[in-house]
């Protein structure tokens, strides 16, 4: 009977431990990691164009919904406008991009002469 007993509460014990182990695990998220707010991604982001050495993306707006940003605004080139969504697609939590950047217009014209309107002639 004794034997009995022991056994019947080292049962009891091991049913307990194991449900403790899953259960503090599972309340504290255990191995999932936890997704960045959109805010975060945006601020990421920004960060990161901000900091590229390559360009400058002073005309660049970016938001996020979802994980998925979207890049708006303005690039000089084919390049930068690439390279925009390529550091965007970097940031942890992004799940997809769409960028909707726009090149600037070329502000000089084939001749090599300005746009910027006639200059009279001087007298």
């Known amino acids: 009977m ?3 007993k022991t ?3 080292l049962g009891a014990a ?4 194991f449900s403790g182990c899953k259960s503090s695990s599972s309340s504290s998220g255990g191995s999932e990691a936890k997704k960045p707010s959109d805010s975060k991604i945006t601020s990421n982001v920004k960060s990161e164009l901000k900091h590229d050495p390559a360009y400058k993306f002073d005309s660049v707006d970016v938001a996020t ?3 998925v940003v979207q890049l708006s605004g ?3 080139t084919e390049d930068e406008k690439q390279r925009a969504a390529q550091l965007a697609q970097g940031v942890p939590g992004v799940t997809s991009v769409q960028n909707n950047v726009t090149l600037k ?7 090599g002469r300005t746009n910027y309107g ?5 007298p």
């Not at 006639?118 to 001087?122: D, E, G, I, K, L």
């Open 2 to 4: 004794r034997s009995f």
């Open 65 to 67: 919904a979802n994980g």
């Open 118 to 122: 006639t200059v009279p002639p001087y």
């Open 74 to 76: 303005f690039a000089t």
């Open 7 to 9: 056994c019947l509460l």
């Open 105 to 111: 217009p070329n502000a000089f014209s084939p001749t």
């Open 14 to 17: 091991a049913i307990l431990s």
